[in-house]
């Protein structure tokens, strides 16, 4: 098995000590050494030790058994070995393993004409798959019982064969819409990858026209587990993209049916990721926030194992809350998540994709700046755009760029100021062409920068105001502000309070005013 040079050492040093006391305690127990360990496991004993991969060392230390002409192999052999233990330490954890094994065994037997002990694993290994809704495991254990009952038990009568095939057959009607749901949620995901709402003109058709494929038209009934999520994750998927709060309907009803279901959670983590990331996107989008923290808090969460999944929910976990928590103007809250989530950005993201990477920069340089810690707002937020090396996001490319001329308006330094206003220019004038209310922000934050009075700041920013007004209607801006809250800060500069303070006097009006009502 070929491998990268580093490939040995990121295995063994992304296992557990359970994994590794399993590897030289119980999978190698059927090895009888004589004498010193075998190359191999001096090898890995080596490669444990060291904290970053050096292959001269290892040289040095297991000479004269390790040499330049058997390093390769060596390496190559002790991989292949790691992996076969990997895959018997998790088999008992891993449902289609499981099924599979019994597969085997059920051919095994029937072809040695043990034909009940094949049907009794047999009906244990159905009830796993319809558990699990494995269908194309269930398809070949429906061949496996037909084989079973047709060929090998001459009592059994018609009707009865009929019913019991028919109880655990799965239509191809049935499959394939299955099939053509998995479909359409990838394709809608990957639109969602690419942007949540900065759609070109192309991509919004395209939308509209998954809305409307016959899957898609009602809610189907009695259907299955999979068959559920995959419709549920589709229409909320392609109706937040439309900026359609009924999007969150379709959120809600998967993570409940997740959340009521744990054992789908133990066996298909991705799947409950991405219910978790779009349920509360579409949370915020319909400011059910309180939902958002007993969702996150939910005890099946627990279930989520390993380093590289906890990381993608403490991450996703951590975006909601801050959004929630500034949302409801709960600044001691956002201070002490923000400061978690410092302390552990750089562990989660050896672990989450460049999407979240940026994602998680973004939001704690957006807490930073409401907290008034410009410097670290410009630091996360700086970093956010070094991360655009994708094609993803691109709406996170040019609000950052604006966000960083409201950090560098707030730090006063002409300087910064004026660099930035230049690499912002820059960007969407020979990128792409801005929005109208990109293009108003650009231009009255650079006139108000350089305002010698407060009055004529007052005369730049009343001007702002009034221009967002107009183009509030624009969906693009809409979800931007939802991100941070660009006309309350020129209202907080207008009244001469911090950002802050006026976010906690408007939550405060409104909370009275739902009282009086």
């Known amino acids: 098995m070929g491998t990268p040079t580093n490939n040995l050492w990121q ?3 992304s296992l557990t000590p359970q994994e590794k006391l399993f590897f030289k305690r119980d999978y190698l ?6 004498g010193n360990e075998p190359l191999y496991l001096q090898l890995f004993d080596q490669v444990n030790k060291q904290t970053t991969y050096n ?5 040095k230390q297991l000479a004269p058994g390790l040499t330049l002409k058997n ?3 060596t390496k190559n052999y002790l ?5 076969e233990a990997l895959v018997i330490f998790h088999n008992h954890e891993n449902q289609e393993a499981n099924i599979f094994r019994s597969l085997s065994l059920i051919r095994i037997f029937r072809e040695k004409e043990q034909y009940k002990t094949a049907l009794k694993i047999w009906e244990h290994a159905i009830e796993q798959a319809k558990e699990f809704e494995h269908y194309p495991l269930m398809l070949q254990l429906q061949e496996e019982y037909r084989k079973i009952q047709l060929y090998n038990n001459s009592n059994i009568k018609y009707a009865s064969l009929s019913k019991e095939y028919n109880n655990i057959s799965i239509s191809t009607e049935e499959y394939l819409k299955l099939i053509q749901l998995q479909e359409i949620h990838f394709r809608a995901q990957l639109l969602r990858r690419k942007t949540h709402f900065k759609q070109t003109k192309s991509e919004k058709q395209l939308i509209a026209q998954m809305l409307t494929d016959p899957l898609l038209q009602s809610v189907p009934e009695k259907a299955s587990f999979y068959y559920m999520h995959y419709y549920n994750m589709a229409m909320a998927t392609l109706l937040y993209m439309q900026n359609n709060a009924s999007a969150y309907t379709y959120a809600y009803r998967a993570i409940n049916k997740w959340q009521s279901s744990p054992q789908h959670i133990s066996y298909d983590q991705e799947n409950y990721m991405e219910v978790l990331y779009i349920f509360y996107y579409t949370a915020i989008l319909a400011k059910d926030y309180e939902h958002i923290l007993t969702v996150m808090d939910h005890e099946t969460n627990a279930r989520i194992k390993g380093n590289a999944k906890r990381a993608y929910f403490e991450t996703i976990k951590h975006l909601a809350l801050n959004r929630v928590y500034n949302k409801l103007a709960d600044y001691r809250a956002v201070r002490l998540l923000v400061n978690d989530m410092k302390q552990h950005a750089s562990e989660w993201e050896q672990h989450i994709n460049t999407d ?5 920069r973004l939001s704690i340089g957006i807490s930073c700046f409401v907290l008034q810690d410009y410097d670290d707002a410009y630091h996360y937020v700086k970093n956010a755009l070094l991360l655009f090396n994708d094609d993803t996001r691109k709406e996170h ?3 950052a760029h604006l966000f960083l001329l409201l950090i560098c308006f707030e730090k006063k330094d002409d300087y910064l100021f004026d660099l930035q206003y230049k690499s912002t220019y820059s960007y969407f004038y020979r990128h792409e062409s801005p929005l109208p209310f990109e293009k108003t922000i650009l231009q009255e934050l650079n006139k108000t920068y350089l305002a010698k009075s407060f009055k004529e700041l007052q005369k730049n920013f009343t001007q702002l105001q ?15 502000f939802s991100m941070f809250n660009v006309p309350l800060w020129v209202e907080s500069k207008l009244n001469r309070i911090p950002y802050q303070d006026w976010v906690v006097k408007k939550v405060k009006d409104v909370l009275e005013e739902k009282q009086s009502a």
Do not use: A
């Not at 127990?29 to 004589?34: D, E, G, R, V, W």
């Not at 979240?356 to 998680?360: I, Y």
């Open 11 to 13: 295995l063994i040093h």
């Open 29 to 34: 127990k059927t090895y009888n050494f004589s």
């Open 55 to 59: 292959e001269q060392k290892l040289l």
């Open 71 to 73: 390093i390769s192999y």
């Open 79 to 83: 991989y292949e070995q790691l992996c």
């Open 356 to 360: 979240l990477q940026r994602t998680l």
């Open 397 to 399: 490319y040019s609000f």
């Open 466 to 480: 009034q221009s967002l007004k107009l183009t509030s209607s624009d969906p693009v801006q809409q979800m931007v």
